[in-house]
């Protein structure tokens, strides 16, 4: 079986609630272009078409973005996380050769509900993990008010799936309006990853909650390939100024080799190679990012199934990637599979 970790979708019920309740650019997209342009996210008949395509292939779902927090300020993010895991949830039961499970979204402008609402989720609604965006209107994922939602993750045994943002809207040079030949998401997104983990080893969280599970987007986007550097910088520092920039209990790299590692690189067999030599074949989970393609997510699978098979793995190693390390990290009942 293929577990298909990290996936995306629009639950019908939650996407009309943004239609009805939610104004703005960004609350529409997906309604007015992506219903018609990538219309496996909202229309299930068709993603089960697609996923037929593939032997014995399952998915866990996960809310596509914008976050509830970018397109409504408390109290209504607050409904729209409910209604959608909710939903969610739903859709889990009622399609269990489908989905073998859920990540939660949450209001993340609302630190306090968002703990309340990952509780809920996991112990009432049974999603087996959470996501959270690589910044919080802003604010970096070390900021205070995020730690109680570290605590809790913890305390629940439960992994957060943590996905990019950026926006064409941001340029890439001063003097320009707009990010060109979509870097924003060819590069912007990888950066913001790697940003974001790095703020968590450096900032401490990973060494203040040991037990915390996180799970990278995209491989990891950046960190994989500059390892090397990053202990490096670390050396170098103490070696020109006789200091630190942080000083943590461990070399950084073992903290960054505790995060999970998807294997969503659109295909590039060589880009989890990298991962696979960094943090180890445990540590690595499926993960497509479908249907974010020209093919409403076939190509995706297809690719990534294949830039796995590239990798010259045994079948217990194959077997890792496509299935048990996600089985084991989401606590996935395997009688269900």
Request: some cysteine; glycine content about 6%.
């Amino acid at each position: 079986m293929i577990i298909d970790a990290y996936n995306h979708i629009l639950p019908k019920k939650y996407q009309d609630t943004i239609d009805k309740k939610v104004t703005g650019r960004d609350s529409k997209l997906p309604s007015t272009i992506w219903s018609k342009t990538v219309y496996t996210l909202i229309d299930l008949e068709a993603r089960f078409r697609i996923m037929d395509e593939f032997q014995d292939y399952i998915q866990v779902i996960s809310v596509a973005a914008p976050p509830t927090y970018a397109i409504a300020q408390p109290p209504l993010a607050i409904e729209l996380a409910r209604i959608a895991n909710d939903e969610l949830a739903e859709l889990v039961q009622k399609y269990p050769s489908r989905f073998a499970g859920g990540i939660a979204t949450l209001p993340m402008n609302d630190p306090e509900a968002a703990v309340a609402e990952a509780e809920r989720a996991v112990k009432d609604l049974r999603l087996r993990g959470v996501e959270v965006f690589t910044d919080i209107g802003g604010k970096p994922l070390d900021s205070p008010e995020f730690m109680p939602l570290y605590e809790k993750m913890e305390a629940l045994g439960r992994p957060i799936f943590i996905h990019p943002r950026g926006e064409m809207s941001t340029p890439d040079y001063a003097g320009e309006k707009i990010s060109h030949y979509r870097l924003w998401l060819k590069l912007r997104w990888p950066y913001a990853t790697a940003l974001a983990v790095s703020r968590l080893v450096y900032g401490g969280v990973m060494e203040r909650f040991p037990d915390l599970q996180v799970v990278t987007h995209h491989c990891g986007g950046f960190i994989p390939y500059l390892a090397g550097r990053l202990d490096w910088g670390d050396d170098q520092n103490e070696m020109l100024f006789g200091q630190r920039d942080v000083y943590l209990k461990e070399k950084s790299l073992n903290y960054f080799r505790r995060f999970f590692y998807d294997t969503a690189t659109s295909g590039n067999t060589a880009a989890l190679l990298c991962a696979m030599d960094v943090v180890g074949i445990n540590q690595m989970v499926f993960g497509t990012d479908m249907p974010f393609d020209n093919q409403l997510g076939r190509r995706l699978i297809r690719d990534t199934i294949a830039s796995v098979e590239r990798m010259g793995l045994s079948e217990e190693e194959k077997k890792k990637i496509f299935r048990d390390n996600a089985v084991q990290l989401l606590r996935l009942p395997l009688g269900a599979l």
